[in-house]
Antibody
Framework: QVQVVESGGGVVQPGRSLRLSCAAS????????MHWVRQSPGKVLEWVAA????????YYADSVKGRFTFSRDNSENSLYLQMNSLRPEDTAVYYC???????????????WGQGTMVTVSS | ELVMTQSPATLSVSPGQRAILSCRAS??????VAWYQQKVGQAPRLLIH???TRATGISARFSGSGSGTEFTLTISSLQSEDFAVYYC?????????FGQGTKLEIK
């Protein structure tokens, strides 16, 4: 079964850090770019970060650049989002998603996890 | 940054009727557009990619069209399970971006 499963969400104080994980299974993980997308309560989808299939290239939304770091371990079929200096506006459900185009081919997000909730509050 | 603008924000349609949702890109993006459906409490689900290709397992009642800057998602013969929020997304230019969504509600 092709799936991705997020974990690591929780409640954290402003300025603190949190690390999200995403475990992939059922497909050749090392051939697909992966993304994080977030959705604040009652709000729209916001693309957060991307990593190329081999980890060479990483892209970040301006809203998280310099604070979030996206990494992947192809030997473990896993992704990690290290979130530092968290702000209340980072409160959202964070989704891990697979980009359908293999390697460097652009594609839609065809596989999504169920999401993990991050709440930044004092 | 490339902006995707969806219209209308809310669309009220009766079951059995057809719904037409629009998405406009601020720059030309060929056909690198996807449509997603999201129900409350669920992750988005891919419906259409490449502007017009249905994803695996998606009903033929869903169809997409357009290229360049104007895109449309058409849902024919609406069923109760179709009432949800729909997002368009461009994957032509970094950063990838989503529209603000169209809520499809029962009339």
């Amino acid at each position: 079964q092709v799936q991705v499963v997020e974990s690591g969400g929780g409640v954290v104080q402003p300025g603190r850090s949190l690390r999200l994980s995403c475990a992939a299974s059922g497909f050749t993980f090392s051939t697909f770019a992966m993304h994080w997308v977030r959705q604040s309560p009652g709000k729209v989808l916001e693309w957060v970060a991307a990593v190329s299939y081999d980890g060479t290239y990483k892209y970040y939304a301006d809203s998280v650049k310099g604070r979030f770091t996206f990494s992947r371990d192809n030997s473990e079929n896993s992704l990690y989002l290290q979130m530092n200096s968290l702000r209340p506006e980072d409160t959202a459900v964070y989704y891990c998603a697979r980009e359908s185009g293999p390697y460097y081919n652009p594609g839609a997000f065809d596989i999504w996890g169920q999401g993990t909730m991050v709440t930044v509050s004092s | 940054e490339l902006v995707m603008t969806q219209s209308p924000a809310t669309l009220s349609v009766s079951p059995g009727q057809r719904a037409i949702l629009s998405c406009r890109a601020s720059q030309r993006i060929s056909t690198n557009v996807a449509w997603y459906q999201q129900k409350v409490g669920q992750a988005p689900r891919l419906l259409i990619h490449g502007a017009a290709t249905r994803a695996t397992g998606i009903s033929a009642r869903f169809s997409g069209s357009g290229s360049g800057t104007e895109f449309t998602l058409t849902i024919s013969s609406l069923q109760s399970e179709d009432f949800a929020v729909y997002y368009c997304q461009q994957y032509n230019t970094w950063p990838y971006s989503f529209g603000q969504g169209t809520k499809l509600e029962i009339k």
